[in-house]
């Protein structure tokens, strides 16, 4: 395919796949930021400042920004995405409170500490011999092509099952040889930190390749893709050191993946003006000259 035909894709139609479900929601908040009051301001006060975020604040929950979430009764739309998070904390504190009511923050960090490792051996014994014994003795798949989508995913979902496990196993080890809760917790801190950005990566990863699944124009489809090839290689590039370590990865084929790296690099930027459209992003709440659409 040619550079030419890769960057003729239409960005109103990607804003559309990107906008989804919320689309009339994303757009009508388009339009408010828009307006001049929303405009940045450079050097105010403190104390100026505040207040003008306050009248922000006002304005938004006049036009209902602040309502979606809640039931129509009470003036909602009954429409909790975009209270998503709030929503999901509550289920957390509501599904750990009873057990938190009673707790000293000894016993809370234990019983967190019990949870993780609960959920992680669940996991594991919920997958399939043949998998658990891939994962243990891991090949490095020299022969797989870095640009399949299978593989990509492969290489983030191992990684999360074996970062995950490791820190739970040393949760356990931890708790189990009488030490501090607090203090194992201290002690894989950063362990734990890795483990949680695998997670997301691998989450981040699965749904750019369902939006492409899903996605039905054709020119869409490769730019995407590009997208997706460059954004899976560089994650795995940038942790190649893990990937080695563990024998998953070969210097060859460490190599290669920073060789795709480089050539969707130079590739993706003729896509580069198409796709910052594709956030429908107006220029007022750019409002700065590099960011501006060349109208030429």
Known sequence: MTATAETSFDPAALQRLLDGRY???RERARQVLSRPEFAPVIGLPTDEYRERVLEWAKTLAVEGASSLGFPVEYGGSNDPGAVLMLLAAKGLLTDYGDHFDDLNPVGTVTFVASQVVERVVERLFARKIAQVITDAVPSRDEHRNVLDRDYQLELF???EGHVTASVANRFKRGLGEGYDPF???RAVEDHAADAAGAHIDRLILEAFVSAIESCGDEQLRGPLNRLCDLYAL???EADRGFFQEHGRLGSARCKQITR???RLCDEVPAQAGRLVDSFGIPDAILAAPIG?????
């Open 23 to 25: 689309a009339e929601v």
């Open 157 to 159: 979902r191992w990684r």
């Open 183 to 185: 203090e194992v917790f």
């Open 234 to 236: 560089a994650n795995v």
């Open 260 to 262: 795709e790296v480089n």
């Open 292 to 296: 501006l659409r060349d109208e030429k």
